[in-house]
C-alpha cells in the first residue's frame, strides 16, 4: 500500500484517543490551581420588631442589628429619616464594629403635639467604607382619646405623691428592662397613658416588656436633679412619718416593689410582692389598690430616701399598669 493511502497519525484512532486524555489532564490542573476569587465583605442591618405604636408624649423602643458579611472589618453608624418634626430618636450606641454584629436600641420620643398617623421611618446604616444599608419602621401615633368628663382628684391630706395626673415628686423617671443584657427592648413604655378606666384623673403609667426568655421590664421615681435623665445631683425626702405606700395596680403577674437610700449606689430595701398587699392573681384586668406599710421595706434609712417608688415586673411580652402612687399617713 502507497504512502499516499495513509491517515495522518492524529486521524489514528488510537492517537485520538491519547490526545483527548491529555487535554482533560491539562484543562484540569489548570480550573484546579485557577484561583477562585473572594466574595466582597459586606453588612446588613434589620429591625426587630418592625413596627410599633405609641400615643402622643410617649416612649417606644425597638433593636437595630447590624451583622457582617463575609468578614466585613468597619464601623456601622446609624441614622434615621422620614420621623414628624416633633419625634426624636436617638440610638445606643450610635455606632459600633460589624465584626461579626452588634445591637443599637433605638429610642423614639413623640412629642405630645405629634398628630395620629402611620410614619415609615429609615433607619440607614453608613459604613466607615462608605457602604449603605437600610431598612424601614412603621410608626403608628395613635389619636389621644377624649375622657369622659371626671371629677378632679384630690389627695388626701398629708400625702407625699409619687407619681399621679398631678406629675412626679421633683426628680425623673428611669426605666429598666431586659435590653440591658441583650435581651429585646420593651414594647412600650409611657408615663402619659390615656385611658377611660384610669382609677386617678385620666392618665396612668403603662408598660409592656419585650420577648423572650428571663425579659423584664420596670420603672421607678428618683429624685434630685436631672439632664437628660442623667443625674446630676441627688436628693433624698423623709418618709419615717408616712405609715402606707399606697397605688392603683393592674396586672397579670406579681410584681416587685421597692425603695432606694441616699443616691444611685444607695442600699434598696428588700423587695415586697404585691401578692402579699392586696394584689389578687386571679382578676389580672381589674385596677386594685395595693397598701405596702412602711415596715415592709426593710434594710432602708427611711429619713434618706432617694427613690420613693419602684416597680419590676418579670416575663415575657408582660404588660402592667400603675396609677396615683403616693405615700399617706
Request: negative net charge; contains cysteine.
Amino acid at each position: 500500500m502507497s504512502n499516499e493511502n495513509r491517515r495522518p497519525w492524529y486521524k489514528n484512532p488510537a492517537y485520538l484517543g491519547v490526545i483527548v486524555a491529555i487535554l482533560a489532564i491539562v484543562i484540569t490542573i489548570i480550573v484546579w490551581q485557577w484561583p477562585n476569587p473572594s466574595p466582597l465583605s459586606d453588612f446588613s442591618i434589620s429591625v426587630s420588631p418592625m413596627q410599633g405604636s405609641v400615643q402622643p408624649g410617649g416612649v417606644i423602643q425597638t433593636t437595630i442589628t447590624v451583622k457582617g458579611i463575609h468578614g466585613y472589618k468597619h464601623s456601622v453608624s446609624l441614622s434615621a429619616s422620614g420621623q414628624p418634626s416633633d419625634v426624636i430618636i436617638t440610638f445606643i450606641p450610635p455606632f459600633g464594629e460589624a465584626t461579626p454584629a452588634y445591637a443599637s436600641t433605638m429610642t423614639i420620643n413623640v412629642d405630645s403635639n405629634v398628630p395620629a398617623g402611620d410614619h415609615t421611618i429609615t433607619i440607614k446604616g453608613t459604613g466607615a467604607d462608605g457602604e449603605e444599608h437600610a431598612c424601614k419602621y412603621i410608626l403608628t401615633i395613635r389619636p389621644t382619646p377624649t375622657p369622659p368628663p371626671t371629677a378632679s382628684a384630690t389627695p388626701p391630706v398629708e400625702a407625699y405623691i409619687v407619681y399621679s395626673d398631678i406629675g412626679i415628686a421633683t426628680g425623673d423617671v428611669w426605666v429598666w428592662s431586659g435590653a440591658d443584657w441583650g435581651l429585646e427592648s420593651p414594647i412600650l413604655v409611657d408615663g402619659s397613658y390615656v385611658a377611660a378606666d384610669a382609677p386617678e384623673g385620666t392618665t396612668y403609667f403603662a408598660v409592656t416588656s419585650g420577648s423572650g426568655h428571663g425579659n423584664y421590664v420596670g420603672w421607678g421615681v428618683f429624685l434630685g436633679i436631672f439632664k437628660n435623665h442623667r443625674l446630676i445631683r441627688s436628693h433624698t425626702v423623709d418618709l419615717s412619718d408616712y405609715e402606707n405606700l399606697e397605688f392603683w395596680v393592674k396586672s397579670p403577674i406579681d410584681l416587685r416593689v421597692e425603695i432606694q437610700q441616699d443616691n444611685a449606689e444607695g442600699k434598696k430595701s428588700f423587695p415586697c410582692l404585691i401578692s402579699n398587699y392586696g394584689w389578687n392573681g386571679s382578676s389580672p384586668d381589674v385596677w386594685q389598690k395595693v397598701t405596702i406599710p412602711k415596715r415592709g421595706f426593710r434594710n432602708v434609712n427611711l429619713t434618706k430616701i432617694f427613690c420613693p417608688f419602684m416597680i419590676t415586673g418579670k416575663g415575657s411580652n408582660i404588660s402592667f399598669y400603675v396609677d396615683e402612687v403616693m405615700w399617706v399617713i
